[in-house]
C-alpha cells in the first residue's frame, strides 16, 4: 500500500511537469507571436528610454496625457519619431497639443495579431482605419513600423513616415468656422448638458463614505443630435448648415407674415421657429 502511494506520487509529479512544460511553451509561444520586444516598464518609462521617441515623450508632458500612461490600464500608442513631427504642432498651444497626442492613443492594448481589419477608438474621439496589404500595416493611410513594442500597461506601435490628424466630423467641421453660422451653432449647443459616462468611467478605489471613485469620463448629450448625431464617426449623416444671413432672412420672413396677419411675433414664437430648425437640418445618411 506504502509503494503503491508512492508510485502515485511520483506519477502526479510527472504529470505536474509535464503540465508546467506545456504551459510554459504555450506562453513562450504567444510571447513570440505577439512579439519579442517585451518591457517591464509602463508605456511612460519605456518611451523615455527611446531617444527617437523624446519629441513625443515631450509632447505628452506639454498636453498633460503624460500620466494616463502610467495608469493600471491597457492602452495602445501610436509613436511618433522625432523626425516626422510636425513643426506647427511642436509649437502649438496645450490644447492644440493635447488633440494631437489623444489621436495617438486608444484605450485597448491592440497587438499585432489584433489588428488585422478593425476600426480603432481613439481617446480623441476619433475612428481610424487599420489596413493590412501584403503584411504591410497602416492606421489612417500612415505606415506602421516596429511594431509589438509591449510593455506593462500595454503597447507601442511606430508610425513609419506620417502623424495621425484625421478630418473633422461634421460637428468639428461646423464649429472651425467661425462666425458665419454662429447663429445656428450657438443655438444648437445651448442645449448641451454634460453627463457622466458610467460605463466608460475607470474605478480608481473607494472614498472614506465607501462610494466609488471614478477616474470619470463626461459626454455631452444634447436632444437635438439624438436622431442623427453629426459627432457620431461610426454612421454617416447629412448637416444641411444655415448661415447667419439664412437664418436672420427666415426670421424676418414669418415675422412679415405675422405682421401681415395682424400678430404679434413673440420670443415664443422665434423659439419654436428656431426649434423647427434644429429639428429639419440634420439627417441620417448621405444626402446629395
Keep these: 500500500m506504502k509503494f503503491s502511494s508512492i508510485v502515485l506520487f511520483l506519477l502526479s509529479l510527472n504529470v505536474l511537469v509535464g503540465c508546467k512544460t506545456a504551459w510554459d511553451n504555450y ?26 521617441y ?26 511618433v519619431p522625432n ?6 504642432i511642436r509649437v502649438a498651444d496645450s490644447v492644440v497639443v493635447r488633440q494631437f ?36 500595416y497602416s492606421i489612417d493611410g500612415v505606415a506602421i513600423t516596429r511594431m509589438n513594442q509591449i510593455c506593462r500597461n500595454g503597447v507601442v506601435h511606430e508610425l513609419k513616415d506620417g502623424v495621425l490628424m484625421p478630418k ?18 450657438d443655438t444648437l449647443n445651448a442645449y448641451n448638458d454634460t453627463v457622466f459616462d458610467r ?7 473607494e472614498n472614506e463614505l465607501g462610494n466609488t471613485v471614478y477616474d470619470s469620463v463626461f459626454v455631452i448629450e444634447n436632444p437635438f443630435l439624438s436622431r442623427g448625431d453629426i459627432r457620431d464617426e461610426e454612421n454617416e449623416y447629412t448637416l444641411f448648415l444655415p448661415t447667419n444671413d439664412v437664418v436672420k432672412s427666415m426670421l424676418l420672413s414669418v415675422s412679415s407674415f405675422f405682421a401681415q396677419m395682424k400678430m404679434e411675433f413673440t420670443a415664443a414664437d422665434t423659439n419654436r421657429i428656431m426649434t423647427w430648425m434644429l429639428k429639419s437640418v440634420i439627417h ?5
Excluded at 473633422?168 to 451653432?185: A, P, T, V
Excluded at 460605463?199 to 478605489?205: A, C, I, K, M, Q
Aim: glycine fraction near 8%.
Design 27 to 52: 506562453f513562450d509561444q504567444v510571447g513570440e507571436y505577439e512579439g519579442d520586444s517585451v518591457s517591464p516598464l509602463s508605456l511612460l518609462e519605456y518611451l523615455k528610454t527611446q531617444e527617437n
Design 54 to 79: 523624446s519629441g513625443f515623450v515631450s509632447l505628452l508632458d506639454k498636453s498633460g496625457m503624460n500620466e494616463v500612461l502610467t495608469k493600471n490600464q491597457v492602452l495602445t500608442v501610436w509613436a
Design 83 to 88: 523626425e516626422n513631427i510636425p513643426e506647427d
Design 101 to 136: 497626442v489623444k489621436n495617438h492613443i486608444n484605450n485597448v492594448a491592440l497587438y499585432k495579431s489584433k489588428l488585422n481589419a478593425r476600426k480603432v477608438h481613439t481617446l480623441a474621439g476619433k475612428i481610424l482605419a487599420i489596413s493590412n496589404e501584403d503584411q504591410v
Design 168 to 185: 473633422n466630423n461634421i460637428y468639428e467641421y461646423m464649429m472651425g468656422l467661425g462666425d458665419i453660422c454662429s447663429i445656428f451653432r
Design 199 to 205: 460605463e466608460n468611467s475607470l474605478p480608481v478605489g
Design 284 to 288: 441620417n445618411g448621405r444626402r446629395i
